[in-house]
């Protein structure tokens, strides 16, 4: 490993927080579409630093251990608290962050324990159910074996989340789409 490389960086506050600032900016609408695509883009942005972390350790740039940290780093910075002025935009940005929950725990779960066994739809249709029996650990962790196999290859179908009743399955669900995007295709989403 370079020198170069020991310091790659995967994603920082900085990034983030101009992320923030753009959306501070906007009038959002869920419903426009304008708005409804930068959230999205913040939300993809977020996951394709998990995607380049993952791809890093399968190219041995890092190991496992760092690997983690770099997705702790991630989490840390995407999920900290944010003060917003606007509630409505603070409440998207909540979304947000609720969707790309499952996102960190899965990269770091396929990092330590690899990929779980099982049938994404059968874990989706698991986690609706302990989330309609107010379960939400065992919904989540559900989720999260789902993004393991999302990360290794095998493909999310998106229109589980329409056979879902919305709630934090439904969302969580929405984040793995965007690992799975990321994975497919780690792009940069251009922050301007």
């Known amino acids: 490993m370079t020198e170069d490389e020991s310091v790659e960086t995967f994603y920082s506050a900085e990034r983030w927080q101009n992320w923030l600032d753009r959306v501070a900016d906007e009038e959002l609408d869920p419903e426009n579409e304008d708005s409804a695509r930068l959230l999205l883009n913040l939300q993809d942005d977020a996951a394709i630093a998990v995607a380049k972390v993952l791809a890093a350790l399968e190219e041995d740039r890092i190991d496992e251990e760092r690997a983690v940290e770099e997705i702790r780093h991630v989490s840390d910075i995407v999920l900290a608290e944010v003060s917003l002025d606007d509630e409505d935009t603070a409440m998207l940005i909540d979304g947000v962050q609720t969707s790309l929950v499952p996102v960190f725990y899965a990269a770091e779960e396929f990092v330590v324990g690899g990929v779980v066994e099982g049938d994404i739809a059968e ?57 799975q995007s990321a994975i497919e295709d780690p792009e940069v989403v251009e922050e301007d």
Do not use: C, K, M, P
């Open 123 to 179: 874990f989706v249709r698991a986690a609706a159910d302990a989330e309609a029996d107010d379960d939400l650990d065992a919904a989540l962790g559900y989720v999260v074996q789902a993004g393991t196999r999302v990360i290794s290859g095998h493909h999310l179908d998106i229109e589980l989340v329409e056979e879902l009743e919305y709630g934090l399955v439904s969302e969580w669900i929405n984040g793995l789409d965007s690992l």
